[in-house]
Structure formats: structure tokens, C-alpha cells
């Protein structure tokens, strides 16, 4: 489907405002002339744990500051952060922490917020977000999926955490669990499109007009209305964000 069309149908569900969310270097110039078409699309620059494997953290760094200045409409860093699984073909740990220390200084610098990417990496992504220092830091921990133990955690240091179509699924129990106590003023819904569908849509391609979806099953968990999800949902993302 065509943006055009996307960005149409997202609208159409009520969607006003959406956020494209850099991984790559090539990613980043992509959300970037996206939010440059489009008035209701915003973006984010970064480098996911596996991306750009040919390059150094120093070259990255020069990178990411000039496409962080590129376009008034960055409003993130990331998608960023530790990715720990048993494919042997991305970065170690310790290259995947020196490129995420990279990210939380940058962020920062720049004041904006990081947007979180954390697979089996609890102890090395608090680590590097106490040693850097929280003072002036702030984000969201992106498809949040852990436990409440560990929500608390990123809640403590006054990051919020994103819910996306795998609350919907009938083996995430414990993440609903999560839903339920995370503050109102602490949480916020995203797609992660073209990934992570919503139930009934398993196996297709992802759109954020699911986002909708999304907010309909927090409401349930919650024992909110759907207008009640929708309003902190959209306030707290733009707070964080800084959406104008």
C-alpha cells in the first residue's frame, strides 16, 4: 500500500498525528523524507543494535548529528538500545553497549527523547542509562514485553512504556498484567507497523490505523473507556514528544 493510502486510512481511524521511527542510516534519510511530505508524520533517527554493521560507533555518531539536523521534524533517538538473541551474525554485546551509550549521549545533547529497543538486555540497558546519568533523559521503552519488575524499573527512571499489537495476543497474559498497573500518565500506544499486527490480523502487513485496535484492548484490560485511552494515549505521546 502506497503512503498516501496509509497515511489516508490512518487518518481516517483517527490517527492525527504518527511517528516514523529510524533504525538505519538509510532508514533515517527514508522516515525523514516522509515527515518532510507529509504535515502529520514526525520521525525519529537511529541505529537498532544489528543495523550498519560496516561502519564504527564515531562514524555513526557523525552520521546520526547530521541527520538529527536535517529536518526540523526529528523529534527521537532511536530506535536503539541492546538486542541479546543466538544469531551470530550482528554486533557483540559489548559493541551493541558502546553503540547504545553513543545514542543516550546524543539524546541528551540534542534534548530529545530515546526511544528503546530491549531484547533480553535488562541489565546492560539500566546500566548504561544510570553510568551515562538520567539527569535530563527521557523515552519510552518501545514494544514493551517484559515484566512488571521490570517496567517498574524504566518507570523509576521516568521512561514510559509503549503497548503495541502483541497485547492482543492470547499468550500475553503477564504484558497484560503490566497494562493494568502502568499508570495513565505513563503509557503510550504504538504499531511497531509493518510488524507485531493485532490478533485478528496475524500474518499481514502491520498499519498504524491498527493503532485503534491497540488502544480498544488496553481500554479492556484498563476497565477504561476507549475515549479515556485515546486522550492519555495522544496527550502522553505528545508531552514526550514534544508534538506541537
Known sequence: MPPDQIIKEANLAGVEKMISIGTSIKDNEDVISLSDKYACVFHTVGIYPHDDLD??????????????????????????????????????????????????????????????????????????????????LRGVSHCFSSSWETAEKFLDLGFYLSFSGNTTYPSAKSLREVVKKVPLEMFILETDSPYLPPQEHRGKINYPKYVKIV????????????????????????????LL
Open 55 to 136: 561502519h564504527e560507533v564515531p562514524d555513526l555518531k557523525e552520521i546520526l548529528i547530521k541527520q538529527i539536523n536535517k529536518s526540523g521534524k526529528a523529534v527521537g533517538i532511536g530506535e536503539c538500545g541492546i538486542d541479546v538473541t543466538n544469531w551470530k551474525g550482528g554486533r557483540s554485546l559489548e559493541d551493541q553497549e558502546a553503540l547504545f551509550e553513543m545514542q543516550i549521549k546524543l539524546a541528551k545533547e540534542y534534548r530529545l527523547p530515546l526511544v528503546i529497543h530491549n531484547r533480553n538486555g535488562d541489565a546492560p540497558v539500566f546500566k548504561l542509562l544510570n553510568d551515562t546519568g538520567v539527569e535530563w
Open 215 to 242: 488502544a480498544e484492548e488496553v481500554a479492556q484490560v484498563k476497565q477504561k473507556s476507549l475515549e479515556e485511552i485515546e486522550k492519555f494515549s495522544y496527550e502522553n505521546t505528545c508531552r514526550l514528544f514534544n
